[in-house]
């Protein structure tokens, strides 16, 4: 039960980003393109737990999902601090 919640998870904010990404397709607005590449390094992130839980419990993929979040939230924090208006 648990993996179909990671998974379910990791798909929803796979579905936010493409969302968000076809809106700046759209209207060309920088914040939803932050806000659409964040969400895909959080998607990102939840496959990586996906994984480290479920695929590969042996393999320590900590570090990888860690680093995928650091990302996400330097997407987030660049385009609401610079490119916001």
Known sequence: MESA?????ALTMLACAALLLRAYAKVRRKLLLWSGL??????????LVFADIVLLPKTDLYTYRQGSAVVAMGFLLYGLIWESR
């Open 5 to 9: 919640l990671y998974m379910l998870t």
């Open 38 to 47: 964040c969400f895909a390094a959080l998607a990102a992130e939840n496959f």
